[in-house]
């Protein structure tokens, strides 16, 4: 099992049982985890420390996930990976904007793990 090499990533989701669930399973397989409960959060967060990833819920209060990747790609550092969650099925809308990858809700951690690793791994 590949773990994380230490790098940042920002989970920005309005769920606090999901964003734990996602923190503890990134965190214990070596990742540092900053989170997020806003759309608006997660873009200062953003700006104040770029991080390797960004997982982005879509539907957020405040700035929505599609709003924080839009200004994320508008940025200085446009490459950052991001990978969106939703619990809708419509995927389009998020590649369109930049978006790396896609999780529909519910997912597994498990392969939330295996995305994360697989896209930081192409990013090195």
Known sequence: MTTGGGERILVAEDDGDIRDIIEFKLGTAGYT???ADDGQAAWEAFQAAPP????????MPRLSGIDVLRKIRDSD???VPVLLLSAKRKTEVGFDVGATDYMAKP???REL???VNGILARAR
């Not at 390797?52 to 539907?59: F, G, K, P, R, T």
């Open 33 to 35: 985890v900053d989170t």
């Open 52 to 59: 390797d990833l960004a997982v982005l819920d879509i539907m």
């Open 77 to 79: 550092t446009p490459g």
């Open 107 to 109: 997912f597994s951690p």
């Open 113 to 115: 793990l295996d995305r």
